[in-house]
């Protein structure tokens, strides 16, 4: 069983991580977030919700648009950080790390 999990694991880096740290300001940068938590928000209240909890701004948030996600509680602590997505006026798709 141990080496088939092994054998499934990819690497982290392929280049180094310095390159790929700026590959998304000086070239191309594809990821692969599918393992990461995701979450959605849906009703009348969610763009309250993820207005209350986000650090960032979301007075232009149009929908079908992604924007960088940093989640706070009230003490405003981050509490995570991803990407949020925006598919309906109250449809939010949130996905990020462990702290979501």
């Known amino acids: 069983m ?3 999990f092994l054998a499934n694991l990819e690497p982290w880096v392929y280049t180094d991580w310095i390159d790929e740290c700026m590959s998304w300001k000086e070239t191309c940068y594809i990821g692969d977030w ?3 938590v995701k979450f959605r ?3 009348p209240d969610a763009l309250r ?3 209350w909890s986000a ?3 979301t007075e232009n948030w149009q929908v079908g648009q992604a924007k960088h996600c940093i ?3 009230q003490n405003g602590k981050v509490g995570g ?3 949020s997505m925006r598919y309906a006026e109250d449809d939010f798709i949130i996905s990020g790390g462990i702290g979501l």
Do not use: F, N, P, Q
């Open 2 to 4: 141990y080496w088939r």
């Open 34 to 36: 599918s393992a990461l």
């Open 41 to 43: 928000v849906t009703g």
């Open 49 to 51: 919700y993820v207005t």
């Open 55 to 57: 650090a960032g701004s």
């Open 71 to 73: 989640m706070c509680d």
């Open 81 to 83: 950080e991803g990407v």
